[in-house]
């Protein structure tokens, strides 16, 4: 069946290299950020989280960094393996109060044993 | 967390027929919202589906081709209405379960071909 990201950039890495995700947002009153992975025929899983009163957040084998003056977001994928091939979106919360998350254009990672 | 159910999963459909997508969820929650991904781009919201209350269209998208009812907490359906091939799309169901600024949870997505 037809996958999801055909027209996507794509970042191709090494299996156990470290793979970095790059989101660049469009609202400065933005006070919250998720990254979701998307595998094919699946819907959007919750990675990993942050507010915008911090510039770093740590998961397992992942962190994502925010830098609020140029208003980039970025997703490092720590040791990756091939089950990290996905579409990986950011998503931010355009209004404090009201849950309304608005997605970035997502980019492909594949991951090569 | 939160467990969401979306039927159908998938379905090919005649231009001009009327497709109704369901959502139910295993949680009571406040907010469902409804978004669309065509294909190989990202995620944009239809609308937020509020129970008690009519639904919260976005720019671009109106009642009349996109009804949408929330009779309880558990539960919201989408109805695609008046088909044509430019609907063709995944159709995602979305709950926010704590307060604002706190994760969301997607279905698993309802895949529709409009021939």
């Known amino acids: 069946g037809e996958s999801v990201g055909l027209h996507l950039p794509t970042l191709s890495v090494q299996e156990g290299d470290n793979s970095i995700i790059n989101c660049a947002y469009s609202n400065s009153a933005s006070d919250y950020f998720i990254w979701y992975k998307q595998e094919s025929g699946k819907g959007p899983q919750f990675i990993i989280d942050?507010?915008?009163?911090?510039d770093k957040r740590q998961g397992q084998r992942v962190t994502v960094l925010l830098n609020k003056t140029v208003k980039h977001l970025s997703l490092q994928i720590a040791a990756t393996q091939p089950g990290d091939s996905a579409v990986y979106f950011c998503?931010?919360?355009?209004?404090?109060?009201?849950?309304?998350?608005?997605f970035g254009t997502g980019t492909r990672l594949l991951v090569s044993p | 967390s939160a467990v969401i159910s979306q039927k159908p999963s998938r379905d090919i459909c005649q231009r001009g027929t009327s497709l109704t997508i369901q959502c139910q969820v295993d949680s009571q929650v406040t907010m469902m919202f409804w978004y669309r991904q065509q294909p190989g781009q990202s995620l944009t919201l239809i609308a937020t589906a509020n129970q008690g209350s009519e639904a919260t269209y976005e720019s671009g998208f109106v009642i009349d081709k996109f009804p949408i009812s929330r009779p309880n907490l558990t539960f919201s359906t989408l109805t695609v209405s008046n088909m044509s091939p430019e609907d063709s799309s995944i159709y995602l169901c979305?709950?926010?379960?704590?307060?604002?600024?706190?994760?969301?949870?997607f279905g698993q997505g309802t895949r529709l071909t409009v021939v």
């Open positions: 979305s709950v926010s379960v704590g307060a604002a600024n706190t994760e969301a949870f």
């Open positions: 942050i507010r915008s009163n911090m």
């Open positions: 998503a931010e919360n355009a209004n404090t109060g009201f849950q309304k998350l608005v």
